[in-house]
């Protein structure tokens, strides 16, 4: 460490640059001996593998991204992997299992709540499973692992929208990659 | 200078370096490990457990050449057969002598310095004894060995592993087998077995993705495709049962039955897509809180539907020790580990939560169970055009660094990682001073210091990414969207409890807590990446879409929509819930005398 040009410097900067010259080199010593350590014991990460992850994943981000690179990201579904293709509300008609009646699988969700009455709102039969999964599901998820500064409030969860509602665009298959 | 070859690291088996010939002359005339040994009282532990070498603990030392104290000079050396302290300059002039005055130790560091080679040495007997000062030093009456109150959990017993051995099915089975079977229909297609769409009933993405992701979890998809739980056996046995007077829907429920049928329903060969009603009704009955049409969370649905197969199975089997796989005093979370059930068999990993008083060092420890682990996103992210940085050790002792870490992991060039959030994860947290720990030793309420490991991985690992943010201020949350690279292949084991705490207590050689003596964990550290859950969109209106490896190829699966995608896309795709499962699977020897 260079030490300032002591002819304009009073002692007491010059010792004060002392201190931090030797702090530094302390902590130099710190890290170079803790590394040393890391080394020599085997310790250290394979970066290798780390670095080349992050390549591949660079590499393919900027190929998605790549507006000429037609393909699965803009296209419209046409046909699956089975050379089918699909409806935008599901058709398939099968009896519900509640009440009986015939109702096409798209609208067998709504249909179902009405029927069971569930809902929010509705009245529950108590059962140790519902009580108890009231008690863990309702705020944030114990069962799920400790998170330092977990927020649980009912915002944290990531809903989902689908055909007929907010979700036509997907599902009939137009693809929307960020 | 030796040459030393870079190795990969090992989890648990430190390599530990052959001594420099100073080194081992030196322990052959004092007596092997004795001169190390009696160090120990010398051995001063401050919190956060860094060691340092007094002979009294308000000794300041000096060079006996020149003076110099610690601070001004970086390093000073005792020499461990007289005690002579030197600086630097002076230490060779020390051990130049007569022979015998060779090897030194940093007073600061407490790190063994051989004056001769000029370069830090290492001795097992030597960190042993730091290793047990640093215990001692954080636990009430000196624990022993590396290991730390309470014992960890008894499902951690380790049963021997057995070498895999194939089978195959002689006579009798192989007529059994035919006349009890009827083969499927499937025709030859070089597409995998396991590939069906899902129907989505009304806003069931969420459903359909998990689903998707569960039904090719390896070990759960051996585990129902083996017939492990037979929704006709099982329908049998409660029909016979006697819950008659109880004669609600709910004694006949069964999450795994109903999983059951998914399995065989899209293992079937069966092309057209399949609508998994059945099981949306009885998952409605169980998670009745959930029953709703409106926007749902994958991995809320996750959680509950492993929470339903456990409960179910827990009450069939009606085990005799209250908790049934509960930890002892926990018995009302009910969480499972081990082997209650195969949701938890698969899913379920240990977490380790050290607290550490930050006055005095003492640290409690706990374990906890977890079948998935939620991670944050790192906070604003500044964009910085550094290049990544070359070699980065491992996360050393425990630093009182509240959020910067910028010297680890890709953060220098600006995007978010995995393993970026699990080393924010697992790294050292100062509490805030309105989350006082009671310590023990100092008895009154003190700051903290906490960090989180990872005590035993599933076979399973799955991770969710907290994409939300909460404002305070606004009242209200939003989506982040932010891009989170995942690998392909992910070693866990530096956050492993053992790695963790090694790296705590200064990457002594020692064998910490979830070592495993032999070694036999190096493979199992290391998992493949087999499905990724995306959710693109809003908060409250998106959409789920699941990614799926099988033959090293990837389909995406979109709802009733099966296609196959090229791994970028996948690379690229802003992952929700990421699923990787352990790479070997080692099979132990069953517990049970008949296996089945």
């Known amino acids: ?178 | 200078m030796e040459q030393h070859s870079h190795q990969h690291r090992h989890n648990g088996v430190v390599l530990v370096p052959e001594p420099c010939p100073h080194l081992s002359d030196f322990r052959s005339r004092h007596g092997g490990a004795i001169p190390f040994r009696a160090l120990q009282d010398c051995l001063r532990v401050r919190p956060p457990g860094r060691a340092a070498i007094r002979r009294d603990p308000d000794e300041l030392p000096r060079c006996l050449c020149c003076g110099l104290s610690s601070p001004p000079a970086p390093r000073l050396y005792a020499c461990v057969s007289c005690a002579a302290v030197s600086c630097l300059a002076h230490a060779p002039s020390h051990a130049a002598g007569d022979g015998g005055h060779e090897i030194a130790v940093d007073v600061d560091r407490a790190e063994l310095f051989c004056c001769l080679c000029k370069d830090q040495v290492y001795d097992r007997d030597f960190d042993a004894a730091v290793v047990l000062a640093q215990t001692a030093a954080s636990t009430l009456g000196g624990g022993g060995g590396g290991s730390n109150r309470p014992p960890p959990p008894e499902n951690l017993r380790k049963r021997r592993r057995v070498d895999y051995r194939p089978w195959t099915p002689d006579p009798r089975e192989r007529a059994l087998v035919v006349s009890n079977t009827s083969p499927l229909n499937g025709e030859t297609t070089s597409l995998p077995w396991g590939l069906r769409g899902l129907n989505n009933l009304g806003n069931t993405c969420f459903m359909n993705s998990v689903l998707q992701a569960l039904l090719h979890t390896p070990p759960l998809r051996n585990y129902f495709l083996s017939d492990k739980h037979n929704r006709y056996f099982c329908q049998q046995q409660k029909n016979n049962s006697t819950a008659k007077k109880n004669d609600n829907k709910n004694s006949r429920l069964c999450l795994a039955c109903d999983m059951d049928a998914i399995f065989s329903a899209v293992f079937l060969g069966e092309r057209t897509t399949y609508s998994p009603a059945k099981f949306l009704y009885s998952w409605w009955q169980h998670a009745a809180n959930l029953a709703s049409y409106e926007q749902q969370d994958a991995h809320e649905f996750f959680i509950s539907m492993l929470d339903g197969i456990h409960e179910k199975v827990e009450k069939d089997k009606r085990k005799p020790q209250s908790q049934g796989c509960g930890f002892s005093g926990k018995s009302q979370r009910k969480l499972g580990n081990g082997d209650c059930c195969i949701a938890h068999r698969v899913f379920c990993g240990i977490l380790r939560s050290d607290v550490m008083c930050a006055a005095c060092g003492f640290t409690s420890t706990t374990y906890d169970p977890c079948v998935d682990i939620s991670l944050d996103l790192e906070p604003n992210q500044v964009a910085s055009t550094k290049k990544p940085p070359t070699k980065s050790p491992t996360k050393s002792v425990l630093s009182c660094s509240a959020g910067s870490d910028s010297m680890y992991s890709s953060q220098s060039c600006g995007i978010s990682t995995l393993m970026g959030c699990l080393d924010r994860f697992t790294r050292p947290e100062r509490l805030g001073s309105d989350q006082k720990f009671f310590c023990q030793r100092c008895q009154v309420k003190q700051e903290s210091l906490k960090q989180m490991s990872i005590r035993k991985l599933p076979l399973v690992s799955c991770f969710h990414i907290k994409r939300f943010e909460h404002s305070p201020v606004r009242k209200m949350s939003r989506k982040v969207d932010r891009y989170l690279q995942f690998p392909f292949s992910l070693d866990m084991a530096p956050y492993l409890s053992s790695s963790i705490l090694r790296g705590r207590f200064g990457n002594r050689i020692f064998s910490f807590d979830g070592d495993e003596p032999d070694g036999s964990s190096e493979l199992s550290s290391e998992f493949e990446l087999f499905a990724v859950i995306t959710h693109t969109g809003k908060l409250e209106a998106g959409h789920y879409v699941t990614y799926l490896r099988l033959s090293n190829q990837w389909y995406k699966c979109d709802d009733a929509w099966i296609t196959q995608v090229n791994e970028d896309i996948v690379r690229a795709a802003q992952g929700y819930m990421i699923f990787y499962v352990q790479k070997m699977l080692y099979y132990k020897a069953s517990e049970k005398p008949v296996a089945l």
């Open chain 1, 1 to 178: 460490m260079s030490v300032p040009n002591d002819d304009n410097l009073s002692s007491h900067t010059q010792l004060s640059a002392n201190v931090l010259s030797d702090l530094l080199d302390s902590i130099i010593v710190d890290v170079a001996s803790e590394c040393h350590r890391i080394a020599r014991l085997g310790l250290d990460r394979n970066l290798e593998e780390e670095e080349e992850e992050l390549r591949l994943s660079a590499q393919a981000r900027a190929k998605v991204a790549d507006p000429s690179n037609s393909g699965e990201t803009t296209s419209k579904y046409v046909v699956d992997i089975f050379g089918q293709s699909h409806p935008s509300v599901a058709s398939e008609v099968f009896d519900c299992m509640n009440c009986g009646r015939s109702i096409v699988a798209g609208r067998f969700a709504p249909h179902l709540e009405k029927c069971m009455g569930k809902g929010r709102k509705a009245r529950l039969k108590t059962t140790r499973s519902s009580t108890a999964a009231q008690n863990r599901y309702s705020r944030g998820s114990p069962v799920s692992s400790y998170s330092p500064y977990s927020t649980s409030t009912s915002m944290n969860r990531l809903s989902n929208g689908t055909a007929g509602v907010s979700g036509e665009e997907y599902s009939n298959g137009t693809l929307e990659e960020p």
